[in-house]
């Protein structure tokens, strides 16, 4: 366990790594690239940096099982004392346990390990009989019916029966009905040095169980295996089977005690196994916490047995976010599509004369006998307006139809819909007014350069605006504008009038194409999460 700087400062990294990967996106295997994520965030900060960090630490053994498997009762025989809630109400266990030696509880007082978990300690009791906290003769609630509500909390005890070098942690139920007992259950057993994985002679075969071994064998974790409530009669027969599992398995060489059923008056009426009953397992577990050499051998190869099991985990995340990041450029591309025929949509709207009609062609047709020139341009202004809102409303609803049929972009586009994106038609209303007063502008210093001091401005302004906007139909503004002010300086006018149309259009579309855009960025989906995933653990296997 000697481990160089360089090794914890590589796993430092990769842990940091690890943490920043996203997969936000619901594609094929995403939810496994979740839970793989948090599992190693867990171990890494749980365990293995804190072990590599300390390796004279107490050996922490974390018994945990199924529902009703007999864990805390093991654990306070294990102790000696009723350390932890045991009892026929489910589940009994939410607040776990960590009982060890009154000289090794600064190991566990601070943040070296479980950081996330607030500590709580457990008030003395005047004698061994005295209820626990949170039991129901002390008036508040037995603990399995305090609220979920708040920071998930470890109990801490301690007990001069377990010798120093050695703590042991009662977790909640693998299979709890309760999904934070769940979630907290795999945490716990993460951060061990030994997994005590308890079943029972009718659960053995369960399902639950046989993932964690599986996963223990997988990252080649030190195991212990307790088969508890066998009763007398089938006790060889059981015992057979379950080994024969374990061998088909490749489990063969775990070792294996059997705890027979026994009536609660066997261990002198206080709810405590004989200490025979558990000599086997209480015998392994102390000689593995005080033997130097069995203890460097089960501590070497837990941590061991991680760090190469990142070898093959470390490049699935890195799989995994590559697939986010190819979905999130999937419909990144929808979007610059959309919003890229929107933009050509209007130059192609325009040029048809799209925007002199309705109202605006009427203005035209009767200006300036019956209309004025700021009546036209309001005219014209409203038509560009609704155009513009049309056309960024159709490119809107074509990005959302893509992204809901796409089961990856259906987080995305939650995330916007709960997103404030503003509102679009003030927006597209106020940069069309922007261009009116830019063509406004453009009239004045075009009349001030021809030197026609007679003209007038504002119906300058407006037959720019027709004849920008009117396509074919609004010739006539174009010829009267060369007319009043000379054929160079109105080309000069109809050009920069057309260019300041083409930037107000994309302006615009390219604040709407943000606002969607802006939603995969919150997601922070991106290629270097993939790289830097593969960087650390290079850097890692360098390192080793």
């Known amino acids: 366990?000697?481990?160089?700087?360089?090794?914890?400062?590589?796993?430092?990294?990769?842990?940091?790594?690890?943490?920043?990967?996203?997969?936000?996106?619901?594609?094929?295997?995403?939810?496994?690239?979740?839970?793989?994520?948090?599992?190693?965030?867990?171990?890494?900060?749980?365990?293995?940096?804190?072990r590599l960090?300390?390796?004279?630490?107490?050996?922490l053994a974390v018994v945990g099982g199924s529902t009703g498997s007999g864990k805390s009762t093991l654990v306070n025989s294990l102790v000696g004392a009723p350390v932890s809630a045991a009892g026929v109400l489910r589940p009994t266990t939410r607040t776990p346990v960590l009982v060890c030696h009154p000289d090794d509880q600064h190991w566990f007082a601070g943040r070296r390990v479980l950081p996330d978990l607030t500590r709580v300690w457990t008030p003395p009791r005047a004698a061994p009989g005295d209820p626990l906290p949170g039991s129901?003769?002390?008036?508040?609630?037995?603990?399995?019916?305090?609220?979920?509500?708040?920071?998930?909390?470890?109990?801490?005890?301690?007990?001069?029966?377990l010798p120093p070098g050695l703590a042991l942690l009662d977790a909640p139920d693998i299979d709890s009905l309760v999904i934070?007992?769940?979630?907290?259950?795999?945490?716990?057993?993460?951060?061990?040095?030994?997994?005590?994985?308890?079943?029972t002679a009718a659960r053995y075969a369960d399902a639950v169980p046989w993932n964690l071994l599986r996963t223990a064998k997988e990252y080649d974790v030190s195991l212990v295996a307790v088969l508890d409530r066998v009763p007398h009669q089938v006790a060889e027969d059981v015992s057979r089977q379950y080994g024969a599992l374990l061998d088909r398995a490749g489990l063969g060489h775990v070792p294996r005690f059997t705890i027979p059923e026994l009536p609660e008056s066997a261990g002198g009426g206080n709810g405590l196994l004989p200490s025979t009953a558990i000599a086997g397992l209480r015998g392994w577990l102390v000689q593995h916490a005080v033997d130097p050499v069995a203890r460097a051998a089960?501590?070497?190869?837990?941590?061991?047995?991680?760090?190469?099991?990142?070898g093959a985990r470390m490049p699935d995340?890195?799989?995994?976010?590559?697939?986010?990041?190819?979905?999130?450029?999937?419909?990144?591309?929808?979007?610059?599509?959309?919003?890229?025929?929107?933009?050509?949509?209007?130059?192609?709207?325009?040029?048809?004369?799209?925007?002199?009609?309705?109202?605006?062609?009427?203005?035209?047709?009767?200006?300036p006998l019956v209309s004025s020139p700021g009546e036209l341009l309001d005219a014209l202004v409203e038509s560009l307006t609704a155009l513009v809102n049309c056309v960024v409303s159709d490119a809107d609803e074509q990005t959302a139809r893509a992204w809901r049929r796409d089961r990856a972009s259906r987080s995305a586009f939650e995330t916007r819909a709960a997103a404030d994106t503003g509102d679009a038609v003030g927006r597209i209303g106020a940069a069309v007014r922007r261009w009116r007063r830019c063509i406004e502008e453009l009239a004045d210093e075009g009349v001030r350069d021809a030197e026609r001091a007679g003209a007038d401005t504002d119906r300058v302004a407006a037959h720019i605006a027709v004849s920008v906007l009117?396509?074919?139909?609004?010739?006539?503004?174009?010829?009267?504008?060369?007319?009043?002010?000379?054929?160079m300086s109105a080309v000069r006018l109809l050009e920069r009038g057309g260019q300041l149309l083409t930037q107000a259009v994309n302006r615009v579309v390219e604040i709407e194409r943000g606002g969607r855009l802006e939603a995969l960025d919150v997601l922070d989906v991106t290629p270097q999460h993939q790289v830097e995933l593969i960087a650390a653990l290079s850097a890692l296997k360098k390192e080793r």
């Open 1 to 50: 366990m000697e481990v160089r700087p360089q090794l914890l400062d590589a796993l430092s990294a990769l842990r940091d790594r690890v943490a920043a990967a996203r997969f936000p996106l619901a594609l094929p295997g995403a939810q496994r690239a979740r839970r793989n994520r948090a599992e190693l965030l867990a171990q890494l900060d749980d365990y293995l940096l804190p």
């Open 298 to 310: 089960v501590v070497s190869r837990t941590a061991d047995g991680v760090i190469a099991s990142l």
């Open 470 to 487: 009117g396509g074919r139909e609004a010739s006539a503004a174009g010829e009267w504008l060369a007319e009043s002010l000379g054929a």
């Open 136 to 161: 129901r003769d002390e008036g508040y609630g037995c603990a399995a019916e305090r609220p979920e509500e708040g920071p998930p909390e470890l109990r801490l005890e301690t007990s001069r029966n």
């Open 53 to 59: 960090r300390a390796p004279e630490a107490p050996l």
């Open 180 to 199: 934070r007992n769940r979630d907290l259950a795999a945490e716990l057993i993460s951060a061990a040095d030994v997994w005590v994985l308890v079943t």
């Open 317 to 367: 995340l890195a799989g995994a976010s590559a697939a986010q990041y190819a979905a999130a450029v999937r419909m990144a591309q929808v979007v610059e599509d959309a919003y890229a025929d929107a933009a050509e949509r209007v130059r192609r709207e325009v040029t048809d004369g799209a925007v002199l009609a309705g109202d605006a062609l009427t203005r035209w047709q009767n200006h």
